[in-house]
């Protein structure tokens, strides 16, 4: 599918020779899709392209029509910029189109979540009982004076209890603000009095790596600053030690089993405000991003559809995300349920007891499709073949990738050693703030590129802008949207200025992501990081993203983060922070052969400086490299603050070695 079909190709406005990211890596190996594949696939054509293009309202009504409404729309869109609503004055409620009207269709005893907890605790949840502890749960959480609008927060461990606390505020139309498990008292209770939370819903603790995390411990300290919350509802996960204070704190098992009744479905507006998730972003306080009813359920169960290519009566479906992150919000919990599809949900890492635990996982449920965050892959890269090696991964039929760009390596180990040559690599760019997956391949479509997004989905639409918002056709330059999508951000929560400014002002009329973006001959997408992080050196705009896949494309590399150091001559320079797979020993040749590496690859101008070799890299709970830390190890400056890091010990050993490494001369 070499087509340029949905890049207007019609104005080059680029005519000058700096261009706003420069383009280095050249990709050319292409993978098309298996005929066996095709036949089976779901979309296997290029209409649904065609058809989004034609007219993107009447597609995405269509999409909305396979949902369940109680009360039809009088308008697909509504949209004064920067504030869209879809699907205007229709009702709905997505508690029951994700259990109700499935149960109703006979699928009651079809499994929902395949759970498996940390320490090989196991549940088989069907769509019956899910909704019957829904319903339930719900009822409970209306006894509790919780009504349509109010928010809850929600700070589990990933345990079952997590998707059913959420299901049970969309039923009755309250608004659920999750706040990831790994979170700290301190994050926990500036969401919660950001969103006004009237309840929160915990567990006593939940596990990871073996030890306990003291969820209702942390919760407690938060409490004694968050005036608005009522009641907090307290699953007993791990049955460790906690305070409960008397008249505030209930435990769950208990209120489930003497509260009466069942809570019905409330119908709500399309656009009611179904959740809020938090993005710290990089310095001010977390934005309480907005994603509403109609248009958000309506975008996640396409996507999730035909991106993953669901064939609901065979697929057994695991997103190892956690469910505090949005793609978890979207694809472990609204997407799958929506689309009737059975699930695995993995409370735990992947290395406990033992690095093949994933593998494991796999063999036992007969996953047919992971989807997965390229820091995983790289770090099961990192520990070495041997483990997924001793597994039958045959089950497998697709794979995912999302959360950062994938590097090109990456991509070919995880599609080698994962999916044994042959399943198909969907890389998913999204936000929190979209809500669902963008830029995506259609596997049943789409000629693959490895490290490359590819293309918009139908329905979507994209444009690479230079320095001043004009079109770029081929190159580098910033990612912006075009026109409002269903599942969009409805804003900023309590901050509508802060919603323009972020995502409006910095070109016309368009959605600004703040991701740097090419498009090479054939029209493909290749995603290139954070424009924020964008090394300038000797006048040349180079992209981390380029520099590491040029790294991480030699052998004994695992994992590489790059960034631009103040530097007297060149302006910035590029220091290479180096994980090399295991067994491999890093030494001062090492360094300069990689160093070479670079040059040969993409060339002389993004060349590292220096390269430092680490165990680790500083990422963010959700595995994303933290590049702002590095660049401050790199410049000697003072670390500030690093609670929301996975490991702070790493940034430590990171600034021991930046002190003995070796420098260019
Ligand atoms: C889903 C999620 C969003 C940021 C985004 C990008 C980066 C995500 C990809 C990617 C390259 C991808 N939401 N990102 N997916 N970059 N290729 N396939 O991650 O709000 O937590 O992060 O993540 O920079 O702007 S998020």
Known sequence: ??????????????????????????????????????????????????????????????????????????????????????????????????????????KGSKVAYFFEGEPGDKRTITYQELLDEVSKFAQVLTDFGVKKGDRVAIYMPMIPELPVSMLACARIGATHSVVFGGFSSEALKDRINDAEAKVLITADGGYRR??????????????????????????????????????????????????????????????????????????????????????????????????????????????????????????????????????????????????DRWWKLIEEYNVTILYTAPTAIRTFMKWGTQYPGSHDLSSLRLLGSVGEPINPEAWMWYRKHIGSDSCPIVDTWWQTETGAIMISPLP???????????????????????????????????????????????????????????????????????????????????????VDDVMNVSGHRVSTTEVESALVDHPSVAEAA?????????????????????????????????????STKIGAIARPKTVIFTDDLPKTRSGKIMRRLLRDVAEGRNLGDVTTLADPKVVEEIKNRAQVSPQED
Not at 225 to 237: A, G, L, N
Not at 567 to 592: C, H, N, R, W, Y
Request: proline content about 5%; hydrophobic content about 35%.
């Open 562 to 598: 790059v960034v631009g150091a103040n530097d007297a001559t060149t302006g910035q320079a590029i220091m290479a922070f180096v994980t090399l797979k295991s067994g491999e020993d890093p030494s001062q040749d090492k360094g300069e052969e990689l160093r070479k590496h670079v």
């Open 444 to 530: 049943g479509i789409t000629d693959l590129k490895p490290g490359s997004a590819t293309f918009t989905l139908p329905g979507i639409h994209a444009e690479v802008v230079d320095d001043v918002g004009n079109k770029v056709e081929r190159g580098g330059g910033y990612l912006t949207l075009t026109q409002p999508w269903p599942s969009m951000l409805r804003g900023i929560y309590g901050d509508p200025k802060r919603y323009e400014e972020t995502y409006w002002s910095r070109f016309k009329g368009k959605y600004f992501a703040g991701d740097g973006a090419k498009i090479d001959d054939d029209g493909y997408m290749w995603l290139l990081g954070r």
């Open 210 to 355: 073996g030890s306990l995390v003291p969820l209702k411990q942390s919760s407690d300290e938060a409490l004694s600053e968050t005036p608005s919350i009522e009641h907090v509802i307290v699953v007993k996960r791990t049955g460790q030690d906690v305070n409960m204070t008397p008249g505030r704190d209930v435990w769950y098992e208990e209120v489930m089993k003497s509260t009466p009744g069942f809570a019905a479905p409330v119908p709500v507006d399309s656009e009611h405000l179904l959740f809020l998730l938090y993005t710290s972003g990089t310095t001010a306080k977390p934005k309480g991003i907005m994603h509403s009813t109609g248009g958000y359920l309506a975008q996640v169960a396409f996507t999730h559809k035909a991106v993953f290519d669901i064939h609901e009566d065979s697929d057994i479906y695991w997103c190892a995300a956690d469910i505090g992150w949005v793609t978890g919000h979207s694809y472990i919990v609204y997407g799958p349920l929506a689309n009737c599809v059975t699930s695995v949900l993995y409370e735990g890492t992947p290395d406990f007891p033992d690095k």
């Open 1 to 106: 599918m070499n087509d340029n079909f949905n890049l207007d190709s019609s104005q080059t406005t680029q005519e000058n020779n700096s261009p706003t990211i420069e383009n280095y890596l050249l990709e050319d190996r292409v993978f098309k899709p298996d005929t066996s594949f095709i036949h089976q696939a779901i979309y296997n054509s290029l209409d649904i392209y065609k058809d989004a293009d034609e007219n993107t309202e009447l597609f995405w009504e269509k999409e909305a029509e396979k949902l369940s409404w109680s009360k039809k729309w009088e308008k697909v869109l509504e949209w004064e910029l920067p504030f869209a609503k879809w699907f205007v004055g229709g009702e709905l409620n997505v508690s029951y189109n994700c259990l109700d009207r499935h149960v109703e269709n006979g």
